[in-house]
């Protein structure tokens, strides 16, 4: 029974393209599934238009047949879901200076902390490591110290 109901899960993922949005020219259909796999679901955000059934990935699905319908290329039709929607949509987005501060700030934050900790506990070991005083140095700190 564990194996039938798995088995059925596993059939239905990368089936979220229902019947009724299928283009009858395979080469256009093919084309439509290629650039939908590389869009973000904008509702599921981990799953791609072509996996999820939510009711936005099936506008946006549409939304890209139609462009290629309309005559658009490949880029031109991920170029328009860009400009409406930023490039959170792409699943893969390009790398720019953006997505490299996005990616790397973290790091850099982490790498400035542990300098801040470095510098900190070497000044800690330098006051620790202080020369001790003189008995001249005692003698006047007890006398100041017993003045009170």
Avoid: H
């Amino acid at each position: 029974m564990a194996l039938l109901v798995f088995l059925a899960g596993g059939l239905s993922v990368g089936r979220a393209v229902e019947f009724d949005e299928i283009l009858p020219d395979k080469a256009m259909e093919a084309r439509a599934r290629a650039i939908s796999s590389g869009l973000r679901c904008l509702v599921c955000q981990n799953q791609s238009i072509d996996d999820s059934n939510a009711p936005l990935a099936r506008d946006l699905r549409i939304l890209v047949r139609e462009r290629l319908k309309a005559g658009d290329s490949d880029e031109q039709v991920r170029a328009f879901l860009v400009a409406r929607y930023g490039e959170f949509v792409l699943l893969r987005p390009p790398v720019t200076m953006t997505t490299v501060l996005l990616w790397g700030a973290p790091f850099l934050i982490l790498g400035c902390g542990a300098i801040a900790i470095a510098l900190g506990v070497r000044r800690r070991r330098r006051q620790a490591l202080a020369v001790p005083l003189s008995d001249e140095e005692k003698a006047r700190l007890e006398a100041a110290l017993g003045a009170d």
